[in-house]
């Protein structure tokens, strides 16, 4: 890294694990205990990134106004999805290869999520348990999620690097906006759930079509 210290924040669904079935299965459930329709995969993909509460309130009818009865369908979903984090939802090919060598290198890693944070916390002890990560973070009730900057900006304070220092992955606008509200490095990845065109429009830092190319920006 050219002996310059650097580090790298992970968004989780989307970027380092294909999450959207079992999000569409935990989703739909709950709709279904309510009488609504289910929605598609390809419709959950545009609905994701901006945390459970907006995923629910999209993938609800357009015709939906019972704000009363919201909050009642919110805890629903999310107890579908405690009850089935990790039933489909597997790293995305070479992922592990790419957090061994960054591991290897020293490079400081943490995961940055939008999910709620237990559910955020259980899929990584799940799928990456004996990876180093600093910090696993998602998203909890009073504290902003991205694409705020200030959970980057503290995650950036606990690997002891200044904001430019610090890369922030991400499949989608979301992250990419965190990125660059914190000062810090967008890489977007084009494997998870926007299309490369849509990303290259964000103009990133880097824009990556395979994990190990995250590597060469740490050269």
């Known amino acids: 890294m050219n ?25 739909n459930r709950g709709l279904a205990a309510f009488g609504f329709p289910p929605r598609t995969v390809g419709e959950y993909r545009r609905f994701v990134g901006r945390g459970v509460e907006t995923l629910v309130r999209l993938a609800l009818p357009d015709t939906f106004a019972d704000e009363g009865n919201f909050p009642g369908i919110l805890a629903r979903v999310r107890r579908e999805y405690e009850a089935g984090v990790v039933d489909k939802t597997r790293p995305y090919p070479g992922i592990r290869e790419l957090l061994d060598a960054l591991a290897a290198r020293e490079a400081p890693m943490a995961v940055l999520s939008n999910k709620p944070h237990d559910l955020t916390v259980e899929t990584v002890r799940r799928l990456f348990g ?9 998203e909890s009730p009073g504290r902003p999620h991205k694409p705020d900057p200030a959970p980057a900006l503290a995650i950036a304070k606990e690997f002891g690097l200044a904001p430019e220092d610090v890369f ?10 965190a990125a660059k509200n914190a000062g810090m490095k967008a890489i977007a990845v084009t494997w ?25 920006l740490f050269c």
Do not use: Q, Y
């Open 168 to 177: 922030l992955a991400g499949d989608s606008e979301v992250d990419v906006a």
């Open 192 to 216: 998870g759930f926007r299309s490369r065109e849509e990303l290259a429009r964000l103009s990133p830092f880097g824009l990556v079509d395979r994990p190990e190319e995250i590597l060469d």
């Open 3 to 27: 002996g310059e210290r650097k580090g790298i924040i992970f968004d989780l669904d989307g970027t380092l694990a294909d999450t959207l079935d079992d999000i569409a299965a935990m989703c």
């Open 130 to 138: 004996a990876v180093p990560f600093a910090a696993v973070e998602g």
